[in-house]
């Protein structure tokens, strides 16, 4: 699976089909809406397998261990409560994610998940999650080209005036698209392998 996965992201510098969206809402009764969707274009995956000699046909086997280790990040990464989907489909495989947390129960633990309100601002630790093997620290460039899409409805942050990764080692500004009701945050889906890892401030 190990030698899938580098033909996987070494596939992702020339297609960029890997696409991750996370949405955050909340409504009247203090309910916070958390829906992520990753999925991954199977021309990916033929891709792969055709560098490891399958030109023909692509074994089930190729998206069934995609598919169980995709599950069980998210399951590692996401709260027991959270419901969990495969997809797979004509044209890509992935998970839909979505749960519901409490706006009285967030704490920091939840802020790789959802922004967290501190003072004017919100913090969201972005790459919490991420545990880039040394294996994969050469494909750093390659990662870092791919983006997250961080959807966050207007009812949970009502104005944004700027947002920014900060780290030790560097400040890097973010762009922030308003959307009427809800603004888009693009994140470099993974950033900052070589450094400290930065955290996303949002600037009410």
């Known amino acids: ?22 949405y955050v809402t909340v409504d009247g009764n ?17 891709l792969a397998a055709s ?15 995609i598919l169980r280790e995709m599950e069980d ?7 027991r409560n959270f419901k ?40 969201f630790n972005a790459y919490d999650y991420y545990d880039i093997k040394d294996d994969y620290s050469e494909y750093s460039s390659i990662l870092s080209s791919m983006k997250m899409k961080l959807i966050i409805s207007k009812d949970y942050i009502p104005r944004i005036s700027s947002c920014y990764l900060s780290s030790y080692d560097e400040v890097k500004d973010i762009n922030v698209y308003d959307l009427k ?5 693009e994140l470099p889906m993974v950033y900052g392998i070589s450094i400290s890892r930065p955290i996303l401030y949002i600037e009410m």
């Open 84 to 123: 969990f989907k495969k997809i797979n489909n004509e044209n890509e495989i992935g998970i839909y994610i979505n749960g519901v947390i409490k706006l009285d129960d967030l704490t920091e633990d939840y802020s790789s998940l959802v922004p967290i309100k501190d003072g004017n601002k919100f913090i």
């Open 30 to 46: 203090k309910n916070i809406t958390v829906v992520a969707i990753v999925t991954m274009s199977k021309s990916l995956v033929e």
């Open 73 to 79: 990040e998210a399951r590692n990464n996401y709260p």
């Open 181 to 185: 009701d809800s603004f888009l945050i």
């Open 51 to 65: 560098s490891e000699g399958n030109e023909n046909t692509i074994p089930d086997y190729y998206y069934d261990d």
């Open 1 to 22: 699976m190990k030698k899938i996965l580098i033909s996987l992201f070494l596939s992702l510098f020339f297609i960029g089909c890997l696409d991750y969206t996370q």
